[in-house]
């Protein structure tokens, strides 16, 4: 059973608009969340992270929020570029990491 | 900067052979993973190991065994590799500690079991 569930597999955006990724999870115990970033052929890379006595993280363009009561955190990119395009990945830490299904930003210029 | 390297970009075997990935990573890391990634299912931890000699199974263990006898390599066996066995896997390592959890992946091996 998905614990944690990325619900839009794909996502269009204009270039310097801004992208909304968002991620819901099912265990009220998960206490870290990280996104991920995947470019083709290559290995997921660490983008920005929340601990859930936080609501929201900011590093440059990046922003992630957590709404807990929801189970529900969300990626802002602000304003977004074409370099942009990846699958993002958002992933919860309970007794293992826990992966979503990925979402497919494209950023049109 | 963060190392974490896989012996194999690409990998074509035969149903019933033996496989073997190979993961390494230079940062001393305590936690050492495989996952796969499968379209429309994300990436599916197999197992993770914590310490030498030390595994854990993860949430699709079947078909697959571990083997970690120094801290930084971490092997993944295909005793009797299988078509539904074909897809990209990834190491990653982390340090123990919470409060730097992040996991560091290695570029993926894609595997094709015909």
């Known amino acids: 059973d998905q614990q944690v569930k990325q619900n839009s597999p794909s996502l269009s955006v204009q270039e310097g608009r801004i992208s909304i990724l968002n991620c819901d999870y099912t265990n009220s115990m998960f206490d870290y969340f990280l996104w991920y970033k995947k470019y083709p052929a290559e290995g997921p890379t660490f983008l920005i992270s929340?601990?859930?006595?936080?609501d929201k993280n900011e590093d440059g363009r990046f922003t992630v929020f957590l709404n807990k009561s929801a189970k529900h955190l969300s990626l802002h990119i602000v304003p977004s570029q074409p370099g942009d395009s990846a699958v993002y990945f958002c992933a919860a830490i309970g007794n293992q990491f826990y992966f979503g299904t990925g979402t497919s930003l494209t950023v049109i210029p | 900067d963060v190392k974490v390297t896989q012996s194999s970009r690409y990998l074509v075997k035969r149903t019933g052979e033996k496989v073997f990935l190979e993961c390494v990573q230079d940062m001393d890391h305590e936690n050492m993973f495989w996952y796969r990634q499968d379209p429309g299912l994300g990436l599916r931890l197999i197992y993770f190991s914590y310490d030498v000699k030390m595994k854990e199974k993860g949430d699709i263990p079947e078909g697959y065994s571990v083997s970690r006898e120094k801290k930084e390599r971490f092997s993944l066996i295909l005793e009797s590799a299988s078509t539904n066995q074909t897809s990209m896997y990834l190491c990653a390592s982390s340090f123990l500690d919470r409060r730097h959890y992040e996991q560091y992946f290695g570029p993926g091996t894609r595997l094709t079991v015909t």
């Open positions: 929340i601990s859930s006595i936080k």
